[in-house]
């Protein structure tokens, strides 16, 4: 088992850039979660997936975030235009079901200048 | 109503001494109340998790403490290694939500 593998690991971009992410979730697990990771903020919820379909995006800070999960392998997060302020540790997470664990991935860190 | 408070922010402990960390939430749908431990460029990883029908849970060295009354659990680490140190974070969640909702994390720091 390879666990959730997210890439890249870091990332380094300039403000108005599009930046992408990805994440391969564990096979066989139906929910997939995308956490961003600051100082200031800790541990936030930006989107879940639940068999591919998103249950709740409340957490995407606005619209210049986007998520898509295209099929149960793989899941992208988009920011499209990026700012400094989006520069955090951002992580993937699946788990194989309701009030089970989340095994998360190492993460990405972006940096935006 | 979603929001998990913890505390301390940091803790220093000398080897073989006890790490106490607390949690409290508001929330008294959650169901569901693991730990996690995360060492620096890692993912957080489960430590530990318990339900609210039981009010403690040991393993190994970590044991969960469930006060449903007073909506608060704890962390205890008996014995801490050195190997222990890294951030803890307790998380909470309620049946057909998934997601879990994370506490602000403590930075552990275990002396030789």
């Known amino acids: 088992d390879a666990g959730v593998i997210q890439s890249p690991r870091h990332e380094v971009t300039e403000m108005g850039q599009e930046v992408t992410l990805r994440c391969k979730p564990i096979?066989?697990?139906?929910?997939l979660f995308w956490y961003r990771q600051t100082m200031m903020r800790g541990l936030e919820l930006l989107i879940y997936?639940?068999?591919?379909?998103?249950?709740?995006d409340s957490g995407m800070p606005e619209d210049r975030f986007s998520a898509k999960m295209p099929n149960a392998s793989f899941s992208t997060l988009k920011i499209q235009p990026s700012e400094p302020r989006d520069s955090a540790v951002y992580f993937c997470?699946?788990?194989?079901?309701?009030?089970?664990?989340?095994?998360f991935g190492n993460g990405t860190r972006l940096t935006v200048t | 109503q979603q929001q998990v408070k913890q505390s301390p922010q940091s803790l220093i402990v000398q080897k073989g001494g006890i790490s106490i960390i607390n949690c409290a939430y508001e929330?008294?749908?959650?169901?569901?109340f693991p730990w996690y431990q995360q060492f620096p460029g890692k993912g957080p990883a489960l430590l530990i998790a318990?339900?609210?029908?039981?009010s403690e849970k040991k393993e190994g060295r970590f044991t969960i403490s469930f006060n449903k009354s007073a909506k608060q659990f704890s962390l205890h680490i008996m014995d801490s290694q050195p190997g222990d140190s890294a951030t803890y974070f307790c998380?909470?969640?309620?049946?057909?939500?998934?997601?879990?909702?994370f506490g602000s994390g403590t930075r552990l720091q275990v002396q030789p």
């Open positions: 318990i339900r609210p029908d039981v």
């Open positions: 096979s066989g697990h139906n929910s």
């Open positions: 998380a909470a969640t309620h049946t057909g939500r998934r997601a879990l909702t």
């Open positions: 929330n008294t749908a959650f169901d569901y």
């Open positions: 997470a699946s788990s194989p079901g309701g009030g089970s664990a989340l095994h």
């Open positions: 997936f639940n068999n591919n379909v998103p249950i709740d």
